[in-house]
């Protein structure tokens, strides 16, 4: 009879340690849900604005005439200058910052492409963006200038893409761009 408890005793043991250790795996589970819910608050996303830039998007509104437009081939530097060869580009922006940029190389049929512009707010800081349509939820960020009617912008590495090679492949390259307004 004496084994008889000692084995009930050691099974009720068994089972208290069962259940303190289902509690703080519960426990735990619950802070780790928790931490992992708040970590992933909205705070941490992005801001994208119209204003609060060196200027507001909308100052943009109207049409622009490239004084020059370069490309820079990623791999390899090759660069290619489309106003000094002769081309021409445009582009055509909205008040809400939607545009339409069109570029014309000397060598072959002229393209379009579009997008829409704004700041990315970002630890404090303002820094313009672009969202090209041919890549949705994806954006650029590039250095920009608005200087009465000259408007600039510089895109470093992987910022645009160029055709360099006119064979229907567009490469990876950094831009600059600068337009007056007409």
């Known amino acids: 009879m004496l084994s008889y408890y000692k084995t009930c005793s050691d ?3 068994l089972i208290q340690e069962i259940m303190k ?3 703080k795996i519960v426990v735990f589970s619950a802070v780790l849900i928790l931490f992992v819910a708040f970590s992933c608050s909205k705070d941490d ?3 994208l604005v119209k204003e609060g830039g060196t200027f507001k998007i909308s100052e943009l509104a109207g049409n622009w005439e490239a004084t020059s437009a ?3 081939r990623d791999s390899d530097n090759m660069s290619v200058d489309i106003i000094a060869d002769g081309g021409s580009s445009s582009i055509t922006v909205q008040s809400n910052g939607r545009f339409t940029l069109t570029i014309d190389p000397v060598d072959r049929a002229a393209f379009t492409l579009s997008g829409e512009m704004f700041w990315e707010l970002f630890e404090g800081k303002y820094f313009f963006a672009i969202e090209w349509d041919d890549y ?3 954006w650029d960020t590039y250095g920009a200038t608005l200087a009465g009617t000259t408007f600039s912008i510089n895109g470093g590495f ?3 893409e160029y055709d360099f090679d006119d064979d229907g492949t567009f490469e990876s390259a950094s831009i600059s ?3 007056i307004k007409i």
């Open 136 to 138: 949705p939820g994806d």
């Open 21 to 23: 250790n289902s509690i």
């Open 45 to 47: 996303e992005d801001v």
């Open 11 to 13: 099974l009720f043991i």
């Open 158 to 160: 992987d910022t645009g």
């Open 177 to 179: 761009f600068t337009f």
């Open 70 to 72: 370069f490309f820079v």
